[in-house]
């Protein structure tokens, strides 16, 4: 059983920065895919963040150029570095690690970011 926890979230004024940190058990060998999601009260989850296991990355527009992924082979961990946040940043974000070999999808459990104007 893979145990994903994120941490990192908080309140913040509008133009800060959070860094969100996601850990996963296991070898990131067993994954190839890494995420980072949103959900805002009332809304479907979306995509935030990816990043591959080849290093490929996609952004949701509405964070382009303010949010970078990354990821700490080493330490089994992913990040989402985010910039210039806004109200509308404000949501339950997640983290996710799908495996290469049986292509489950991996959740953690969500850490909130709210960000005041």
């Known amino acids: 059983q893979v145990q994903v926890v994120e941490s990192g979230g908080g309140l913040v004024q509008a133009g800060g920065s959070l860094r969100l940190s996601c850990a996963a058990s296991?070898?990131?060998?067993?994954?190839?895919?890494m995420g980072w999601y949103r959900q805002a009260p009332g809304n479907q989850r979306d995509m935030v963040a990816t990043?591959?296991?080849?290093?490929?990355?996609n952004y949701a527009d509405s964070v382009k150029g303010r949010f970078t992924i990354s990821r700490d082979n080493a330490k089994n961990t992913v990040y989402l570095q985010m910039n210039s946040l806004k109200p509308e940043d404000t949501a339950v974000y997640y983290c996710?690690?799908?495996?290469?070999?049986?292509?489950?999808?991996?959740w953690g459990q969500g850490t909130q970011v709210t960000v005041s104007s």
């Open positions: 996710s690690f799908r495996s290469r070999w049986t292509g489950d999808t991996h």
């Open positions: 296991g070898s990131m060998l067993s994954f190839n895919v």
């Open positions: 990043i591959s296991s080849g290093g490929s990355i």
